[in-house]
C-alpha cells in the first residue's frame, strides 16, 4: 500500500506560478513510476506528466510541454509538479498517482495509487 498527499495548490492569476508536492509513504518509493494528472469539471482525469523510477525518462503533454516540470526525489519520496506561465486553461484538481512500474506511464489504468488531490485554479 502506498500513501500519496499532495500539497501547494491554490489561486493564482495568470502567468503566475504554482509547485505542487507529492508525499509519498508505505512502499519503497523507488518501485513506482509516478505522474501527475488533472480532472476540470466535466471532463476526464488526463495526464500531466510522469517520471520514470530513476527520474531518467519524463513524459508531458502536449499543451504543459516548457511550462512544467515534473521532477522526484527519491531520499525524500517526494515527486514535484513545477507550474510557470499558468494559463485559466490549467484550472482543475491536481492528482498525484504511482504505479507498479519502472518506466513512465501515461494511461490512468496504469496507476495503482491516487492521492486526494489538490485544487489550482487560474484566473484570467
Known amino acids: 500500500q502506498v500513501q500519496l498527499v499532495e500539497s501547494g495548490g491554490g489561486l493564482v492569476q495568470a502567468g503566475g506560478s504554482l509547485r505542487l508536492s507529492c508525499a509519498a509513504s508505505?512502499?519503497?518509493?523507488?518501485?513506482?513510476?509516478m505522474g501527475w494528472f488533472r480532472q476540470a469539471p466535466g471532463k476526464e482525469r488526463e495526464v500531466v506528466a510522469s517520471i520514470s523510477w530513476s527520474g531518467g525518462n519524463k513524459y508531458y503533454t502536449d499543451s504543459v510541454k516548457g511550462r512544467f516540470t515534473i521532477s522526484r526525489d527519491n531520499t525524500k519520496n517526494t515527486v514535484d509538479l513545477q507550474m510557470n506561465s499558468l494559463k485559466p486553461e490549467d484550472t482543475a484538481v491536481y492528482y498525484c498517482?504511482?504505479?507498479?512500474?519502472?518506466?513512465?506511464?501515461?494511461?490512468?489504468?496504469?496507476?495503482?495509487?491516487w492521492g486526494q488531490g489538490t485544487q489550482v485554479t487560474v484566473s484570467s
Open positions: 498517482a504511482a504505479a507498479r512500474r519502472f518506466g513512465i506511464a501515461t494511461n490512468k489504468r496504469s496507476y495503482d495509487y
Open positions: 508505505g512502499r519503497t518509493f523507488s518501485d513506482y513510476a
